[in-house]
């Protein structure tokens, strides 16, 4: 028996009307939601597997899983689509009829444990088989049809635990062993009191302890790289302190608590969508993404579904803020500031913090390159590990725009660089292929404005991102600072893909030795130039104009003009040397923060009374019952 044969029978066994033959839209709706729940399946059977990668430290198998994930969504879409149309003829079908297959889907939704992303399914599979005037909600789910609100799932999507009723030892040994890991602990009581110190130096003091007074943690392990992390949040009445607990493998392959993340800024570098996105079993994702907002509300909710792995999802979310942003919004879209590139005509909406990239139909000299290179080169970037140094961008197709909120120069810009992808009509500009990305402040800008702090800063930030690319096999290829960007934490990130490449494709050398004065004289190389040929003393003239921002470049990243440098990254790589780019300060972990003499600058020692500490320590540490009050975080 076949799988559709079994989904028909399935169906019969199930349906409250069974008595009488399912109708067409039934069908059609269940064969959707068929193919949906079989992609969630794998999706989930992908974290599984990212945990015995992880316990069996197998780097490569982890983020090849990582990868293959990503392809995934648009496999099962096409699949379903071809099912749909193959044994229902999907693409037949008249108006009411689809009509109605929305509305039998939505009554499938109704105790559904991802009714969101089953509901962006719906539309991915629709507008793959119908023409995009249908793209309304009349068909597709424009807005939401099934609430996510208090879905149930078993286990809880997180736990909860009571450090005065199990004291902080207590509650952080029933998390570890709540949380599944299948490799043991080489030091489990030491990291336990590093954490602990971690949280007391971190947390105000005093801490008056309320009657709400718990540890929130969600039930999934997040896996990225060679780290697994457990997500979490303090709860202290109305005060809440989010953290995050970084678990790696030590030396002798037994695992250690790395660093407890406990910042805004620690946490919102770890969760960003300019790295590879998390594995992370989960039966109901919108009860993480609501935890992770609540733990960094100034997170868009879309970031958080495509950092978890559900970039069509977060698409969806970002496409619906986007078109109630520009309900509420009345300034115009304009050209992006900043030097104009070669391959891309860029614009923004002042009020919204995106910029949209369209491709050239001709793209200019001295770039070699057409629009389906450019494309490819924004999918590698997509499915590599972006190790918090290349922007992640949303990909759309026929995105339909207000022609009244674009500016003159704008459509003259768009008509004259891409008049192959526009369609117009008297209110609407549609454009046929865009690219979305988080808006920042060109590297150059920033430069041009910068104080010499922040110029320094800049300059060692443009270091260690080259640096951290080429530790994970990408070379940038356009280095000028214009295709940088910085964040709003100071960080240094790469957003022009056009000229991207493999470290390991490139032929890194030494500029030969002129023969003669002529050679030397000449405004042509006298050597040979292959195109995948670089020359790395030559960054040093391009990108080290400014003399600040040579002293501070070169005293830090001198080696990233030498030759040798960038062949001794191709040599690690090709020996298969996984590279871990953690996201966080090396500073931050234990063995650093807690060495021996060592007081980290984050970190004030903050005293109390003797009496204050041993009462209240000891009621935290073996978990008796005491009145509640004023509690003291410098005890061991």
């Not at 029978?9 to 069974?18: A, D, L, V």
């Not at 790696?248 to 770890?270: F, G, K, P, R, S």
């Not at 891309?344 to 913090?353: D, E, G, I, N």
């Not at 609407?428 to 702090?453: C, F, G, S, W």
Request: net charge neutral; with cysteine; charged share 25%.
């Amino acid at each position: 028996m076949d799988d559709s044969s079994k989904m028909s029978q399935s169906i019969e066994q199930h349906s409250p009307h069974r008595h009488r033959p399912l109708s067409v839209a039934t069908l059609v709706a269940h064969a959707l939601l068929e193919g949906f729940d079989k992609h969630y399946r794998l999706f989930r059977d992908a974290a599984r597997q990212a945990s015995e990668f992880f316990a069996q430290a197998d780097w490569v198998a982890l983020q090849n899983i990582t990868t293959e994930r990503i392809q995934f969504y648009d496999l099962r879409v096409t699949e379903a689509g071809q099912r749909l149309i193959r044994e229902f003829n999907a693409d037949s079908l008249d108006d009411a009829l689809w009509q109605q297959v929305k509305m039998e889907y939505i009554v499938l939704l109704t105790d559904h444990r991802q009714p969101e992303l089953a509901e962006s399914f719906f539309n991915s599979v629709f507008c793959q088989i119908m023409h995009r005037s249908y793209y309304n909600n009349d068909f597709i789910f424009v807005r939401p049809g099934v609430s996510t609100e208090h879905i149930d799932s078993n286990p809880p999507s997180y736990l909860c635990y009571y450090p005065l009723r199990d004291g902080l030892r207590g509650v952080c040994s029933r998390i570890i062993e709540d949380m599944g890991f299948k490799q043991p602990f080489g030091h489990l009581k030491r990291d336990m009191q590093r954490t602990i110190k971690a949280w007391r130096m971190h947390l105000p003091y005093p801490l008056v302890l309320e009657a709400n007074h718990q540890v929130q943690v969600l039930s999934g392990l997040f896996y990225r790289n060679t780290s697994a992390y457990i997500v979490g949040k303090i709860i202290n009445g109305g005060q809440v302190y989010p953290f995050v607990v970084a678990v790696m493998h030590d030396q002798n392959q037994q695992l250690q608590v790395d660093t407890v993340l406990l910042t805004t800024e620690q946490l919102a570098v770890l969760v960003n969508s300019s790295r590879a996105y998390f594995l992370v079993d989960m039966e109901v994702p919108s009860a993480y993404v609501e935890f992770l907002h609540s733990m960094l509300p100034n997170k868009p909710k879309a970031e958080l579904y495509s950092i978890l792995g559900l970039h069509k999802q977060g698409k969806t979310l970002f496409y619906r803020d986007f078109l109630h942003h520009l309900k509420h919004s009345s300034d115009d879209f304009i050209i992006a500031p900043g030097i104009r590139g070669l391959v891309m005509a860029v614009f923004t909406l002042p009020s919204y913090p995106y910029v949209f990239k369209v491709i050239k139909d001709i793209i200019s000299p001295p770039k070699q390159i057409n629009r389906e290179q450019v494309k490819e080169k924004y999918l590698l970037v997509k499915y590599h590990d972006r190790v918090g140094r290349m922007a992640d961008t949303m990909e759309y197709s026929n995105v339909a725009f207000p022609k009244q909120r674009f500016t003159a120069e704008l459509l003259d810009e768009l008509r004259t660089l891409a008049p192959s992808l526009i369609e117009e009509s008297d209110d609407t500009i549609i454009l046929q292929h865009v690219y979305i990305e988080r808006r920042m402040v060109p590297l150059n800008i920033y430069m041009d404005k910068a104080n010499d702090e922040q110029l320094a800063h800049a300059a060692v930030e443009f270091g260690n991102a080259l640096k951290e690319l080429a530790a994970v096999n990408i070379f940038a290829g356009d280095l000028l600072f214009k295709n940088f960007g910085v964040t709003r934490y100071g960080r240094v990130v790469f957003y022009d893909y056009d000229e991207i490449d493999y470290i390991t494709h490139c032929n890194f050398r030494r500029i030969p030795e002129p023969r003669n004065e002529e050679n030397e004289m000449a405004a042509d190389p006298w050597y040979s130039v292959a195109p995948n040929d670089v020359f790395p003393e030559e960054f040093e003239h391009f990108l080290l104009t400014d003399p600040r921002v040579r002293q501070a470049f070169m005293a830090v990243h001198r080696n990233l003009f030498d030759y040798l440098w960038w062949i001794g990254v191709q040599q690690q790589i090709k020996a298969g040397k996984v590279a871990d780019i953690i996201p966080y300060p090396v500073a931050q972990r234990f063995s650093r923060l807690f060495a021996d003499g060592v007081r980290h600058p984050h970190i004030t020692r903050r005293k109390a009374t003797p009496g204050a500490m041993a009462s209240h320590s000891q009621a935290l540490t073996t978990g008796r019952k005491r009145p509640l009050g004023r509690f003291s975080f410098d005890s061991d």
